[in-house]
């Protein structure tokens, strides 16, 4: 090619990169589409959670009495009194129990349910959809449910303990069995959707890895579980466990329906702490308060659990 060849091919070049940058009329104009676009999913960001967030820390630093016209301004009185308050510090000790109970059990309970129903030839749809059932259905009418087998005369599994010579008990009046049974209700309920999320899980486990660790020698069910298929369900447990371990923070409406915080406070958890606060007591300041040491909890305990697994997760 000759010099002025090149030169041309040079000119053509440097057009085509000058006629592929954009202007600054053209950036500024993609800004301002791209700020529009945001501008209404912001917006409902903001008025659905930020406001009201505001509006409850704002309210924490008071005094208010829901129907009161005054208020006064006390600043982290309402903080400092929340940490030495015996109902919310049990209330919160009884909140962990619940928890440590019900997010192993849970986890561990729909994981052994999916395994069993894709290892199974037939009905599996029928499996799932039965054990899907709890949780979709209301909380109040399984609540309900839940009383009648519990009831310590005309109950099924006080009739089930007399039929075999066993001596009975009064499960939600009992401060030794309420949270216990609280909780199971709370893997009950919840096993159904951790059994979904873990049926996916193992559907998108590649067929050829369990193929590869055959030849590698294992070929025993507990080596291909261990080696294969507990490994790629890392991020899918991850999941499971950060939404199952929020939902039970959030445990209220068993507690509101069948105990009411009783027998004592030996079932009271924190969002029921929270409302007879805020609606029973009306004490609004203080409701605001709990309020906001109840997301904090929830938003330490999230981010601890997320980072901790996020080091031993296995992502494919």
Do not use: C
Not at 72 to 91: A, E, H, M, Y
Not at 216 to 240: E, H, I, K, Q
Not at 281 to 288: F, S
Not at 297 to 314: C, E, G, P
Request: aromatic content about 12%; glycine content about 8%; proline content about 4%.
């Amino acid at each position: 090619m000759t010099t002025s060849g090149v030169a041309i091919s040079r000119r053509a070049d440097q057009g085509a990169s000058a006629l592929a940058r954009p202007s600054v009329t053209e950036r500024y104009a993609e800004s301002i589409a791209a700020y529009v676009l945001v501008l209404p999913g912001a917006t409902l960001l903001g008025l659905l959670f930020l406001l009201p967030l505001i509006a409850i820390a704002a309210i924490a630093t008071t005094n208010w009495h829901f129907g009161n016209s005054s208020l006064s301004f006390v600043g982290l009185k309402n903080f400092r009194q929340v940490f030495v308050d015996p109902t919310f510090r049990s209330s919160l000790f009884n909140t962990m129990i619940y928890v440590l109970i019900v997010v192993p059990g849970t986890v561990g309970f729909g994981l052994l349910v999916a395994l069993l129903i894709e290892a199974g030839e037939s009905l599996r749809r029928f499996y799932r959809a039965i054990h899907f059932i709890p949780f979709m259905a209301t909380l109040a009418a399984t609540a309900i449910a839940w009383e009648m087998l519990l009831h310590p005369t005309i109950g099924l599994f006080n009739q089930a303990l007399l039929a075999i010579g066993f001596p009975t008990t009064n499960w939600l009046r009992d401060e030794r069995t309420v949270l216990p049974i609280l909780a199971l209700i709370g893997v009950w309920q919840n096993a159904g959707f951790a059994m979904v999320l873990f049926l996916a899980g193992l559907k998108a486990i590649p067929n050829e890895i369990y193929q590869a660790a055959d030849i590698d020698g294992a070929d025993g069910w507990f080596d291909r579980l261990s080696t294969v298929t507990l490994p790629m369900l890392g991020p899918v447990s991850m999941f499971v466990l950060i939404v199952v371990a929020i939902r039970a923070f959030q445990v209220f409406d068993t507690v509101a329906i069948l105990t009411q915080g009783g027998p004592g406070r030996a079932s009271e958890v924190l969002l029921y702490t929270l409302y007879r606060e805020s609606f029973e007591y009306l004490r609004t300041g203080y409701g605001a308060t709990v309020t906001i040491v109840f997301l904090a909890i929830i938003v330490v305990l999230t981010l601890a659990q997320a980072w901790i697994m996020s080091r031993r997760v296995h992502y494919s």
